[in-house]
């Protein structure tokens, strides 16, 4: 009797591996077909080089140095939460924007959200803006300055014109929602085919798929 409860035990392991390979499978072949962002083109990097961008990570890093020596960095993500549009984007960004003069020790760093508007539109807001010096870490308690939005709204907009003369224009928030969602979407599919191959390495499931 311990003998046959030990089979069973197997044969309903194999059952439910493999129905598990099958949603895999299928999950597999929907993201392959549907392709939602291979096919789209938009935007453009400007006068900013693309400097860390690896398959193992969530963000890319831009760089740009212009003839004064100033120097912007932008780093940017896909963030958490999901969102019902009507463009082809379902996710915003988080990104943080880094300047530094030729001279001081300090950098002023924004962060900002960038999301699509309407389709194959995009634009920025900025939620903080504050110094940082480049040789130190802050710690919490470190004042960075007011609540962004308790600016008043000239300044805001002055802000924001800031960073557009600096490059951070619609070409450039297009460029990385379409290259963020096409590189979350292929570390997706590349995670499903390797836990395929993962449950597919049981034997006795291939055998049994074999068959």
């Known amino acids: 009797?311990?003998?046959?409860?030990?089979?069973?035990?197997?044969?309903?392991?194999?059952?439910?591996?493999?129905?598990?390979?099958?949603?895999?499978?299928s999950e597999i072949s929907h993201e392959l077909s549907s392709n939602s962002f291979q096919d789209?083109?938009?935007?453009?990097?400007?006068?900013?080089?693309?400097?860390?961008n690896s398959s193992r990570s969530q963000d890319v890093v831009l760089r740009r140095k212009s003839e004064s020596g100033e120097e912007v960095a932008v780093s940017a993500l896909l963030s958490q939460k999901t969102y019902d549009t009507e463009g082809i984007f379902p996710r915003k960004l988080l990104m943080k924007v880094c300047v530094k003069r030729p001279g001081l020790s300090s950098i002023l760093q924004f962060d900002c959200g960038v999301s699509e508007k309407g389709v194959r539109r995009s634009d920025f807001k900025i939620?903080?803006?504050?110094?940082?010096?480049?040789?130190?870490?802050?710690?919490?308690?470190i004042y960075r300055g007011p609540l962004f939005s308790s600016l008043e709204p000239q300044l805001q907009d002055a802000l924001k014109e800031y960073l557009v003369a600096r490059g951070i224009r619609?070409?450039?928030?297009?460029?990385?929602?379409?290259?963020?969602?096409?590189k979350e979407q292929g570390q997706y599919l590349d995670w499903l085919q390797k836990l395929e191959s993962f449950v597919m390495k049981d034997e006795r499931l291939f055998s049994a798929v074999a068959g």
Do not use: C
Not at 6 to 21: A, G
Not at 170 to 182: G, W
């Open 170 to 182: 619609e070409d450039l928030t297009n460029f990385l929602l379409l290259t963020l969602h096409k």
């Open 1 to 25: 009797m311990p003998r046959a409860t030990q089979i069973l035990r197997k044969s309903r392991k194999v059952v439910e591996d493999l129905n598990l390979l099958k949603v895999l499978q």
């Open 40 to 52: 789209e083109n938009i935007g453009s990097l400007g006068d900013f080089v693309l400097d860390w």
């Open 127 to 141: 939620r903080s803006a504050y110094f940082l010096q480049s040789t130190t870490v802050p710690g919490s308690s």
